[in-house]
């Protein structure tokens, strides 16, 4: 057991490196990844060992490379962070590499090293800000990140039970406290209204399309409005209407028109866009969502720009102006052209 003084949260701790059992291990129970299988579960009773270690595998899709990885080292390169509990040990953060610790044992009982795992063991008057900064360091910044719907837990986590601050959180994080208070609402929303319907193994990567929701500022008019509500939004995404997340940005011209509204309820979000893109070109078209723009942004030109195209003082911009009235009056007359014959 060598010891050896780190800093966590600006303190000097001395922990200690060593190798521990297996068995005298325990995984972390308030672990996001497993918290998400608990919470879509349907049973109460207290989970085992092998449960919870269940729960680091289902629906996360890097497991097995994970495992691939440390099989194929032969063992894993950053120890895990544990901490005393109950005579044994209690996981701070490693959670899954220990899981993958216990399968390679049963895979090779006749090999010892996999009976044993490295890691960093933390005195026993550690506190609570020291092991929340150890779990961000690792799962935020680290060589073992937490998915999105993962960070988003953790935060609530520190922002609700914790009593952290959304500007403490965002000078722990380096996030802006608005992507804080969006991912935080999001995973609020997530848990309490979708989950509870939705829960299969999974779902959870479809917390961008919560993110998305929360930040976007046209779904948030439209709520004010009582066009738009959690419940409704959840049963759309529950009931695969979006191909991916980005389609909720694109979800308030959708809502605005009747037509395309209903389209989305009977059917889904492209079959929606096609019936918006019979009014709204832009809807489906890239291109025309730039011209738009651009058309936007030349009646949106500010009169001191406006005044120098006049003086003379900005020959490119003219020449730019120019060639698009040239190109346009080019084309508008060919479809003229064509129509009479």
């Known amino acids: 057991m060598n010891e050896r003084i780190v800093h966590l949260d600006g303190r000097e701790i001395a922990i200690h490196e060593l190798r521990v059992c297996l068995g005298d291990v325990a995984f972390d129970p308030t672990n996001p ?4 299988q608990l919470d879509t579960s349907l049973s ?32 894993i390169v950053n120890p895990i962070w544990i901490a005393p509990a109950g005579g044994g040990y209690v996981v701070i953060e490693g959670n899954t590499r220990l899981q993958v610790y216990r399968d390679l044992s049963e895979k090779y009982p006749n090999d010892g090293k996999w009976k044993s795992i490295p890691a960093f063991l933390l005195p026993e008057k550690c506190t609570r800000d020291e092991i929340n900064f150890i779990r961000l360091e690792a799962h935020l910044f680290g060589t073992t990140p937490w998915d999105a719907y993962e960070k988003a837990r953790e935060l609530y986590r520190l922002n609700e039970e914790e009593d952290y601050s959304i500007d403490r959180l965002a000078r722990m994080t380096k996030l802006s406290p608005s992507d804080i208070r969006n991912s935080i609402q999001a995973f609020r929303d997530m848990d309490e209204y979708y989950l509870s319907r939705f829960g299969d193994p999974g779902e959870h990567q479809k917390f961008s399309y919560f993110v998305e929701y929360r930040r976007n500022a046209d779904l948030k008019k439209l709520v004010k409005e009582g066009q738009l509500n959690i419940v409704d939004f959840c049963t759309w995404v529950g009931d695969g ?3 991916r997340g ?50 936007q942004g030349i009646k949106k030109m500010p009169f001191s720009e406006i005044e120098g195209i006049r003086r003379g003082q900005e ?12 190109t346009l ?6 479809m003229k052209d064509s129509s009479a014959n």
């Open 329 to 334: 009056n080019a084309f508008i007359s060919s």
């Open 33 to 36: 990844r497993i918290q998400f």
């Open 44 to 75: 109460d009773a207290t989970p085992t060992q092998v449960q919870l270690g269940f729960a680091l595998t289902v629906g996360n899709d890097s497991y097995g490379k994970l495992r691939e990885n440390i099989e194929t080292n032969g063992g």
């Open 315 to 326: 020959p490119a911009k003219v020449a730019l102006l120019e060639g698009l009235a040239d």
């Open 246 to 295: 980005e389609d909720v940005r694109r979800l308030g011209p959708v809502l605005r028109d009747p037509d395309a509204r209903q389209a989305l309820i009977d059917y889904d979000f492209d079959t929606a866009l096609d019936q918006l893109s019979q009014v709204d070109p832009a809807a489906k078209s890239p291109l025309f969502d730039k011209i738009r723009d651009v058309t």
């Open 241 to 243: 209407k979006f191909g």
